[in-house]
């Protein structure tokens, strides 16, 4: 994925640089596409639970999570840029969301933290070894990975012909990134069985017209762990 890219994404969509089409995406993703992809995490987590959008971008999904369910949110992207879009969402929607500058790649935050690890829109931007360590990455610190790509389907085609169409500028703005790619549920579903889940839950879901899969992966044994540190009497003891 080719970050400078990202860095001015999110200016186009939102802001005073933003254009008529990028504020018309930015109101799709926001009203119909968020949305969608919160029911599809309140599948996943308990509410009220810990959640963490790991390559959030604008977090809507996340933003109507804790709109509907209260959940507790920390919203964490590369760019400070992504951020400052969540924080101004979360003010117009009066929910309240945490907010971290951090990598995917190295997440900043203890073993198993959250009920839920999850991002939209994100996985199909990295390659495959890439995304399986990021997978692993989720995995640590949550106790479900989930993610929401595109599908791998035809009806995807028209939108790219007709932003091709109308120039660079609106190009960038539905291409997200630069690379990525679109997904069968089977070649999305196999990439949480790679990062070594117990058990992958798998679904294709529609939304403002178009096709997104999702993947699930739970830990049903628990992982052996390092022995515990035990204070006994001011002393410390293995146990
Ligand atoms: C397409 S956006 C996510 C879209 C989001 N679901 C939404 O609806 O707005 C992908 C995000 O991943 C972020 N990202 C890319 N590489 C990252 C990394 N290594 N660590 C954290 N975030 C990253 C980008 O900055 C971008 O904001």
């Given at each position: 994925m080719s970050l400078v890219t990202w860095e001015t994404y999110w200016d186009g969509q939102h802001g005073?640089?933003?254009?008529a089409v990028g504020r018309w995406l930015f109101r799709l993703r926001e009203q119909r596409v968020g949305v969608a992809y919160a029911r599809v995490a309140m599948r996943y987590a308990p509410q009220r639970g810990r959640v963490l959008e790991a390559?959030?971008?604008?977090?809507v999904g996340s933003l109507w999570l804790a709109k509907l369910r209260h959940d507790e949110i920390v919203a964490l992207d590369i760019f400070l840029r992504a951020l400052e879009v969540v924080r101004d969402r979360a003010q117009v929607h009066q929910v309240k969301v945490g907010l971290v500058r951090g990598d995917l790649r190295g997440l900043p935050f203890p073993d198993k933290t959250f009920d839920l690890c999850w991002n939209s829109?994100?996985?199909?931007?990295?390659?495959h070894d890439d995304v399986i360590a990021l997978i692993r990455e989720m995995r640590r610190v949550s106790k479900v990975a989930l993610g929401i790509v595109p599908a791998q389907?035809?009806?995807?085609?028209w939108p790219l012909k007709i932003a091709r169409w109308m120039g660079p500028k609106v190009e960038s703005l539905v291409l997200e990134g630069g690379y990525y790619r679109l997904y069968r549920e089977r070649e999305f579903r196999v990439l949480f069985e790679e990062a070594g889940f117990d058990r992958v839950e798998s679904m294709t879901m529609w939304s403002a017209g178009f096709p997104f899969v999702v993947a699930a992966g739970f830990e049903v044994a628990p992982r052996p762990q390092a022995p515990a540190t035990r204070h006994v009497a001011g002393t410390a003891a293995r146990g």
């Amino acid at each position: 994925m080719s970050l400078v890219t990202w860095e001015t994404y999110w200016d186009g969509q939102h802001g005073q640089q933003s254009s008529a089409v990028g504020r018309w995406l930015f109101r799709l993703r926001e009203q119909r596409v968020g949305v969608a992809y919160a029911r599809v995490a309140m599948r996943y987590a308990p509410q009220r639970g810990r959640v963490l959008e790991a390559g959030c971008g604008s977090a809507v999904g996340s933003l109507w999570l804790a709109k509907l369910r209260h959940d507790e949110i920390v919203a964490l992207d590369i760019f400070l840029r992504a951020l400052e879009v969540v924080r101004d969402r979360a003010q117009v929607h009066q929910v309240k969301v945490g907010l971290v500058r951090g990598d995917l790649r190295g997440l900043p935050f203890p073993d198993k933290t959250f009920d839920l690890c999850w991002n939209s829109g994100t996985l199909e931007h990295f390659y495959h070894d890439d995304v399986i360590a990021l997978i692993r990455e989720m995995r640590r610190v949550s106790k479900v990975a989930l993610g929401i790509v595109p599908a791998q389907h035809p009806i995807w085609s028209w939108p790219l012909k007709i932003a091709r169409w109308m120039g660079p500028k609106v190009e960038s703005l539905v291409l997200e990134g630069g690379y990525y790619r679109l997904y069968r549920e089977r070649e999305f579903r196999v990439l949480f069985e790679e990062a070594g889940f117990d058990r992958v839950e798998s679904m294709t879901m529609w939304s403002a017209g178009f096709p997104f899969v999702v993947a699930a992966g739970f830990e049903v044994a628990p992982r052996p762990q390092a022995p515990a540190t035990r204070h006994v009497a001011g002393t410390a003891a293995r146990g």
